[in-house]
Structure formats: C-alpha cells, structure tokens
C-alpha cells in the first residue's frame, strides 16, 4: 500500500477513525501554527495543549475568532521554560506529539535532549521530509536533510531505521529503499558508495524483513522507471522509491529544498527518535507545511 498525497494520508485518517492525538504546541503565540492546529481541531483530529505567553495566546485566538475559554493554555514566557514544559506535556504522558511553534530549534532540541527531563530515546535523533511531489507517483521520505551532519553506515543505518519506523507507522507492508549516490556504479574512492554497499545487504534480513533496498543508485533511476530501463539498470524497485537515504546533511537539504521551490512539491518534516514524533517546521513555513507535518505526526 502507498500513499499518494496528503489528502490521501488525511482521508484514510478519517476511514479509519484514527483515535484523537494531544499535542503540546511549544510556544502557540505563533499564527502559521495556531492556523495548523485550529484546522486539525475543528476537524476532531487533535486537542491541543498551548505552551507560552497566555496574553499573547489569548489575543491570537481572539484575533482567530476563536473562544479562548475552550483551549488549554499553559503560561510560560521564556523560551527556556515554554520549551521545558513542552517537553514535560509528553514525557508525562499528556500528550502524544511535540509541535514546534514560535521559538527557536535549538531552544527546543535542548529541552528534548535533556538527560534528566528530556524525551530523547537511546539512539539517533534524525529528520524525515515527506514529500508530495507532482511528477512523482507517491509521497517520497528523504532522510536525513536535517539533523545529523555527516554520518557513518552505522549512524545512515539508524537513521534509515527511523525513516522506516514511519512508513511501518502508516501501515506500509513493503518499503522501497535507495541509497543514494552519484551513480549506480560502486566507486572505491566514495566513502557514500561504499556504505550504500554495506546497507543494501540489510535488505530482507532479520528486521528488514518488509524492506527492499538498492544501492549505491542515482537519484533519476530511484525516482524514473524510464531512465533506468533506458540505462540498462535491472532493478524492480527503481523508479519505486518511497525512501531515500542521503549521504550527508547538505545533500538531504538541497534535494528537500529543490522538492518543494524547483518542483512545487509539497512537504512534511518531522523528527524521529524521541518518546513522540516532533513537528519541527522552520519558524518561516507555511501554514499548509505545518498543517502536512501534523497531519503525519498524528498518523504514526
């Protein structure tokens, strides 16, 4: 089963009657999120609990035509402490999602990993970017553009793991995999082309059971059934990706960027390796961006 969109990822929501989510917005005193939050709101999807100013909340809301007296508000005014109670909003188990609203990522990443009142799980903490792109048959997971600067196999394995955890969470029964590189050819000299080696031997093995993966392969035969056959590339996933796997931080950010200002796709982010999903949007995307973000958070 794959997913098409984010409306279909919504509308499969509703079918199946998905259990109302809680979610502790950090710092709602933030419009593009307040909008987010409202839409999923008014719709029975979530009940959110609002961390940060109370004034400004309140006024915000009104502003919204909304009736305050219906949210639960929690007055904190320091980036410090509207994080830190966030935090604490899941890690007592009041809430089952992490949003970021106006407050800076680091300030929120600092509660997040906090050894004595953080929600951070052993392993590694990674970005996934769930894409809608219109020239391609179904949403695309890029990982990791994000978090994780420059990782090892054994770290890329991590982070491929929790690209998988999402799409485990959405019901997929089989996940397609590329590791990406500049060719489909193995360069001994690549450290990328070597590690996507070592990866693509995880496929059908013990926890990889659901998995098919190619690698090393280039990012047109991953996402181009007719320039992989026109290569010779014998491969029944390509063209089929539903994840991709980046060498480094700044492939994963340039190719995520490309996605949605090149191509007018549609995007979805969110951290993975923590207690609950963290929706952890820039302070400059758009309501719709925040909206796909949370709709996914409250999926998995």
Do not use: C, W
Request: net charge negative; no cysteine; glycine share 8%.
């Amino acid at each position: 089963m794959a997913i098409k969109s984010f409306d279909d990822l919504k509308s499969r929501l509703k079918a199946d009657s998905h259990e109302q989510r809680t979610v502790a917005v950090a710092n709602a005193a933030d419009e593009h999120t307040l909008q987010a939050v409202l839409s999923l709101y008014h719709e029975d999807y979530i009940r959110p609990l609002l961390v940060g100013d109370k004034d400004a909340i309140s006024q915000l809301l009104a502003d919204l035509n909304e009736d305050v007296s219906l949210f639960d508000i929690y007055h904190e005014t320091t980036p410090e402490s509207i994080a830190a109670k966030a935090v604490s909003l899941v890690k007592e188990g009041a809430a089952q999602v992490l949003l970021k609203g106006g407050i800076q990522t680091r300030d929120l990443l600092k509660a997040v990993v906090n050894k004595e009142t953080g929600i951070r799980k052993p392993g590694v903490l990674s970005h996934v970017a769930i894409n809608e792109v219109p020239t391609y048959h179904k949403l695309l997971l890029v990982s990791d553009g994000g978090m994780v600067l420059t990782p090892d196999v054994k770290m890329k394995q991590a982070i491929l793991d929790n690209a998988l955890s999402v799409y485990r969470g959405l019901g997929y029964d089989q996940i397609n995999v590329g590791i990406l590189d500049a060719s489909e050819n193995v360069n001994p000299k690549l450290q990328a082309s070597q590690d996507a080696v070592e990866l693509k031997e995880l496929a059908g093995t013990t926890g990889y059971e659901d998995v098919k993966i190619e690698g090393p392969i280039s990012l047109d035969l991953s996402i181009s059934k007719e320039i992989a056959e026109a290569k010779g590339y014998n491969s029944e996933i390509a063209g089929d990706m539903d994840v991709l796997l980046v060498p480094d931080i700044v492939t994963g950010n340039v190719l995520g960027k490309s996605l949605t200002t090149l191509a007018g796709g549609k995007m979805a982010g969110l951290i993975i390796g923590a207690e609950a999903p963290i929706v952890l949007t820039s302070r400059g995307s758009s309501m719709e961006e925040k909206l796909n973000s949370l709709l996914l958070a409250i999926s998995l």
